[in-house]
């Protein structure tokens, strides 16, 4: 399958420019594989690739090396040494490694993005076209290619999105009160449909958290329906309290790193009797929960108006921007999620997205305001930083701090599929 349009020149027409004042923080300008050309000239192995050796989490430190290591090191023999190179079509010339202690080899590549790609896609232009609300198939004509290697590519970016919202989140003390409610959509069918609970900072409108989980099919059904689900449900049936462990896993994420115990919090909901179930769960680990000085439990009806005055909103206006950016929850359209693992990669996506580069409510345009991460307290440096490397530099789960939802799961299905695609 060819584009109409070659893909570079696809990809450098539909980049935006800078806008000056702008607050978005994703480089755009630095959008090219030229970035990935400077990394692989100037490059020194930080670390062994390899989980299971004792390198992989950095070099030693030379006070605990043998002598003989210690001779080496000081002769400025690094860790690793050169096991030559080999030729692809795509990069040229990769230089190999091999590790001195595990003796396993690796290459620039083990460290990039793109490892084990035979064909370069503008990532950035797929990131920022998925987030834009392009579906899957029009993304692959677009870019001439097939669904599957997009699939995969989000897959990879999603792994990127992960590391760098817990590496920036981890260092974030919360300052504002909490907002949490229920994304309802479904995947494949009808008769599995899902919640998506969102953990939202009530000023700055930042995702915190998010977690996920089945629910039972509910609301009118004919009788032939009514059968229907009841013949899926001697495969497997929701868990009854599955939006109760949803949030309990989403707050016990966020408040067991974020939340200074000396400032007062209150977290926002509606009336559904789960919420008030999941905070009283943690109640147990996080004895503070349970002082009123220190925490309260508002509960709105979800009937109110949903305007900016109603304690709800953060939530309302985050459910309005995923039914605009996400095509597979948009309503009444062809396009649903057939894949859970794949419908939370791009929740995830447009999470990052949302946090570190879109601008929190614009009223005036003269005035920018900053993007929703920058209002939480994290600092633009940070993210700066992080996108500048977040198309070329590849993370590593197994050196990143990512706990919870995103490594286990125990709901059907997800924890085999998920784990398999973090890795």
């Known amino acids: 399958m060819s584009p109409l349009v070659p893909i570079s020149t696809a990809a450098e027409a539909a980049l935006p420019s800078p806008v000056a004042g702008s607050s978005a923080l994703i480089p755009f300008c630095e959008h090219s594989s030229g970035g990935e050309q400077e990394h692989r000239e100037a490059f020194r192995p930080p670390f062994c690739p390899n989980p299971c050796c004792t390198l992989h989490h950095g070099p030693p430190e030379p006070d605990s090396l043998p002598e003989a290591s210690r001779q080496r090191e000081a002769e400025s023999d690094p860790w690793y040494r050169d096991h030559g190179h080999y030729r692809t ?18 290459s620039t590549q083990s460290f990039s993005t793109s490892y084990y790609l035979k064909v370069e896609l503008p990532l950035p232009l797929l990131y920022l076209c998925l987030v834009g609300g392009m579906s899957l198939r029009a993304l692959s004509r677009t870019l001439g290619c097939t669904p599957a290697s997009l699939s995969n590519r989000i897959g990879r970016l999603a792994r990127q999105a992960i590391t760098m919202h817990h590496a920036l989140l981890s260092g974030t003390t919360l300052s504002e009160d909490l907002c949490a409610d229920g994304f309802i959509d479904y995947t494949v069918s009808q008769y599995f449909p899902d919640a998506t609970t969102l953990l939202v900072g009530a000023r700055s409108h930042m995702v915190y958290a998010f977690d996920h989980c089945y629910l039972r099919r509910r609301g009118r059904m004919s009788e032939q329906q009514k059968r229907t689900r009841a013949q899926l449900e001697q495969r497997y049936r929701a868990p009854a309290d599955g939006e109760r462990d949803s949030l309990t896993r989403a707050l016990a994420e966020t408040l067991s790193v974020c939340w200074d115990r000396s400032r007062p919090l209150r977290l926002d909901t509606d009336e559904h009797p789960a919420y008030q179930r999941s905070v009283a769960d943690l109640t147990l680990p996080l004895p503070e929960l349970a002082e009123p000085a220190r925490f309260t439990h508002r509960r709105t009806s979800s009937r109110r108006a949903r305007t900016r005055e ?41 999470v990052c997205y949302h946090n570190y580069n879109k601008a929190q409510l614009i009223g005036d345009w003269a005035r920018q305001p900053p993007v929703h991460a920058v209002a939480a307290g994290v600092p633009a440096e940070r993210i700066k930083r992080w996108w500048r490397w977040f198309f070329s530099r590849r993370s590593f789960f197994t050196r990143a701090a990512a706990t919870g939802f995103y490594k286990v799961r125990n709901s059907f299905g997800v924890t085999r599929l998920f784990r398999r695609s973090i890795r």
């Open 310 to 350: 109603n304690p709800l909103f953060p939530v309302n206006y985050l459910d309005r921007q995923i039914r605009l950016n996400l095509a597979a929850h948009r309503r009444e359209t062809v396009c649903y999620g057939r894949n859970t693992v794949a419908t939370l990669q791009r929740m995830m996506l447009l």
């Open 89 to 106: 079509k795509v990069r040229g010339l990769v230089q190999r490694f091999r590790c001195r202690r595990c003796q396993r080899c690796f």
